[in-house]
């Protein structure tokens, strides 16, 4: 016996088995509670920003192996991981975590990709601050893990190194679903329908898939091939997509009902809302709907794109959300010289994601805030030559818990520009809606549903920005997996869905 | 994937494009539009679809080069494919269903007006139809008009029909009396001068509105302009709308947004041509600089300057 070899063992890694790719975690031995919060924060290394400001590239670059690795260390493993809590989609943030920690990368890779349809978009533009990361325990004393660079970092392999963490396919299930939309709600949807079997088909206006990911989101922050690979992934996984098609147009609701044995509306908060003052209508005036679709959709951002854009050197934009720092910073990259938001609250107030803001600040973005506008004015040829204001102070707070801006009597002042992008929200857009008279709408326009997302219309579905009003990414996406779970509960004749059903549509067994 | 089937010159600058779309072709109305985005990278234009034939699955496009883009497009063959139609969008024409209309078309708007012309026909509308051009060879859809009544044809020149603008036959056809509505569609002044002329008389009249746009859904507000002091979007809320409320200062205002920057892209695409020009699209500081901005180069001399003057 003694000359009989000892077999290797697999070095106490428990991510061996599902990986064979030679990585080993970042400490030979396992690191105890103690000794890992004694490991600071990994920073995302990022472009120059005096760089980035001139170009589309990508702000973020990305953790290294190493980095990613070492960061995976930061994490605790809580036995309560009050972090899933914190995500819309509720990825499995602590398994995920620890696979990537021991070199598991495709048992880290699977694993997120059964939680989450578009792992590459949310790591890269979910708010982390108020979700995952903050609530996970390690801010309490410093800061968190990076959660959301983590994800990124994963799901960017996993884009590199497809076919290794595909998914089984599902047996058929012999019903038909159609999707409306082809945003984050409608691919989340989409992704997780098929995976049940389902026959998918997402209908989309443009003619690209992506919805906001592709029109509204700028290449600097989600690079469009990235989104085209999540989009080819779900059409790999047996998505079907439909360019090109206006539902309320080229198709009617009725019709889809008829095609299909489940509909889910996910068409958003596509119209642009302008401040109703003076002069909006003059040239060099946009929303940040037309803005960011020319640049980001249309690709006029390059100068051999048939669509132009307007550029102007001094670009005011109204707004303090993440598309009006979306569009600052795009009106910077394209040779403003001066870039402002014009915001009628304070930067605590600032509805965007804070790297955002914090970005744009590097980038020399100018922030006139407890601002608003009163009148676009123009020259006689009705350019736009500035942007008429007034100053505002903070009253009580309001309805929505954010201080009342009051105007400030006798402080109005004009900011030269001779661009001006207004960024203060979208609203439904009817023309969907408006088609079906029977589906129940609130007063505002948007698509009312019961607590699993059905709409006044059996078997008709809704979720995303069309029922909530504009909002992010990953709550959009959040809807769309919950709509899959009372879809799929639907055409099983079971709906509604059974907390079970529901449960495992959110954190679906990974196979562990 | 769309084939064109057919191609056809009709006037110097305007051809006529029969496209594979079955499922337009099926459900189109008179006044609707598609979005026609040739290929990556092209624009997205709006089209009035002029005919359809459900039988064949086509519609009919005529298209007036006046840019890079539809000097593109109009240059595809038979056989040639467009990436992506979309449609059809915006509202149909609220078509009169009795008593008498005139349909006014100026270029390649005499196209547009076509299919309006035949739904009137078709419910038992009586139609007259004002046309007009520069000259002879400027004049189309003269015979298919035909098909849905009276054709009055007019050239700027008196090189065909009557000698004189559209506005002129156009009055007297409603001094005559008895005309009930009147849809006008060409350019932005021929539609302005179209509704004062009918103004006085009190008869309703209808223009389509060609504003700029992207999505042709709504989305994007880049075809907003002032109907009756309101602003609307020609995409959703139109094409058509009442031409005596349609603040037309505004829109032939907003469709010069782009003026130099179209300048400059046909003259790179046809120098690169000729030859083999190797210059952006966008010219260098872009030519969609406001206009009457200096240049970076500029700036900085300026900065310079102040900066040595402070010193």
């Known amino acids: 016996m003694t000359d009989q070899p000892t ?362 805030l407890q601002v608003a506008p009163l009148e676009v004015i123009s020259d006689e040829n009705r350019w736009v030559t500035g942007i008429r204001c007034i100053r505002m102070e903070l009253g009580e707070p309001d309805a929505s818990g954010r201080r009342r801006p009051i105007p400030i009597e006798g402080s109005e002042f004009v900011i030269d520009c001779e661009m001006v992008v207004v960024a203060i929200g979208t609203r439904s857009n009817p023309l969907l809606t408006a088609s079906e008279p029977d589906l129940a709408l609130n007063q505002a326009g948007y698509i009312v549903t019961d607590e699993h997302g059905m709409s006044s219309l059996p078997g008709v579905f809704a979720g995303g920005d069309i029922v909530r009003g504009a909002a992010t990414v990953i709550l959009a996406m959040g809807d769309g997996k919950r709509a899959a779970a009372s879809v799929d509960a639907w055409l099983r004749g079971e709906y509604p869905p059974g907390d079970e059903a529901l449960a495992s549509a959110s954190t679906a067994a990974t196979g562990t | ?17 029969v496209i594979e779309a079955p499922r337009i072709a099926e459900i189109r109305k008179p006044g609707q539009f598609v979005i026609v985005h040739r290929a990556p990278g092209a624009e997205r234009i709006p089209l009035t679809i002029a005919d359809a034939d459900p039988g064949h699955g086509t519609i009919t496009l005529v298209i007036q080069s006046v840019g890079k883009s539809t000097e593109d497009l109009v240059a595809l063959q038979p056989g040639d494919a467009i990436a992506d139609v979309a449609g059809p969008l915006g509202k149909a024409t609220e078509l009169l269903d009795h008593g008498r209309a005139v349909c006014v078309g100026g270029g390649v708007g005499t196209a547009v007006v076509y299919p309006i012309a035949l739904g009137l026909a078709a419910r038992g509308v009586e139609v007259i139809s004002v046309i007009g051009g520069r000259s002879k060879e400027w004049v189309i859809f003269e015979d298919e008009l035909r098909r849905a009544g009276e054709v009055i044809t007019c050239t700027d020149d008196g090189s065909y029909g009557r000698h004189g603008f559209v506005t002129d036959a156009l009055r007297d056809v409603i001094e005559a009396g008895g005309v009930d509505a009147v849809y006008a569609v060409g350019p932005v002044p021929m539609m302005r001068a179209v509704a004062e002329v009918t103004r006085p008389f009190g008869v309703p009249t209808f223009a389509s509105l060609n504003a700029i746009m992207l999505d042709g859904t709504g989305m994007c507000g880049g075809c907003r302009v002032a109907v009756g002091g309101k602003t609307v979007y020609a995409c959703v809320d139109g094409p058509e709308f009442d031409a005596h409320q349609v603040d037309f200062r505004e829109l032939a205002d907003r469709l010069g947004t782009y003026r130099d920057f179209e300048a400059h892209a046909l003259e790179v695409s046809h120098r690169r041509a000729a030859e083999r020009l190797e210059a952006p699209l966008h010219a260098p500081e872009g030519s969609c600089l406001i206009p009457g901005l200096a240049t970076a180069a500029e700036r900085q001399e300026v900065a310079a300057a102040a900066g040595e003057r402070g010193a």
């Open chain 2, 1 to 17: 994937m769309h084939t064109v089937i057919d191609r056809a010159q009709l006037s110097p600058n305007v051809t006529r494009l």
């Open chain 1, 7 to 368: 077999p290797v063992p697999e070095a106490g890694n428990p991510g061996a088995s599902h990986g064979d790719s030679g990585l080993r975690p970042a400490f030979d031995h396992p690191l105890s509670p103690k000794e890992r919060m004694t490991i600071d924060r990994s920073q995302m290394p990022e472009q120059d920003a005096l760089l980035r400001a001139a170009n589309f590239r990508e702000v973020n670059l990305g953790y290294s192996q190493q980095l990613a690795m070492l960061e995976a260390e930061r994490c605790l493993q809580c036995k309560n991981p009050v972090c899933i809590d914190g995500c819309p989609v509720r990825v499995n943030i602590p398994l995920f975590i620890e696979r990537l920690r021991v070199g598991d990368m495709d048992g880290a890779a699977a694993s997120l990709l059964d939680d989450n349809a578009l792992p590459c978009v949310t790591g890269r533009v979910c708010p982390q601050e108020i979700q995952c990361e903050g609530r996970c325990v390690r801010a309490k004393k410093g800061a968190s893990v990076a959660i959301g660079s983590l994800e990124r970092f994963v799901a960017d392999w996993a884009m590199a190194n497809p076919g290794r963490s595909k998914p089984d396919g599902a047996t058929s299930s012999g019903r038909t679903v159609a999707v409306v939309g082809s945003g984050p709600a409608g691919l989340t949807a989409a992704g997780e329908l098929v995976k049940k079997g389902h026959d998918v088909t997402v209908f989309e206006a443009f003619h690209a898939a992506g919805g906001v990911l592709i029109y509204g989101i700028p290449e600097f922050r989600l690079p469009k091939d990235i989104v085209k690979l999540e989009v080819d992934r779900l059409v790999a996984s047996g998505v079907k997509i439909e360019t090109n098609a206006i539902i309320g147009r080229t198709y009617t609701l009725r019709e889809l009902r008829e095609r299909f044995d489940a509909v889910f509306l996910a068409v958003g908060a596509g119209l642009p809302v302008f401040m109703n003052v003076p002069g909006e209508n003059f040239k060099g005036v946009y929303s940040a709907n037309e803005y960011l679709t020319r640049v980001n959709l249309m690709g006029a951002w390059n100068p051999e794109s048939d669509t132009p854009v307007l550029k102007g050197h001094r670009v005011v934009v109204v707004g303090g959300g993440n598309v009006a720092i979306d569009s600052v910073r795009t009106a910077k990259r394209l040779g403003a010289d001066e870039a402002t938001i014009v915001y009628r609250r304070g930067k605590a107030e600032l509805p965007a994601r804070v790297e955002e803001v914090h970005h744009a600040e590097q980038e020399g973005i100018r922030f006139e």
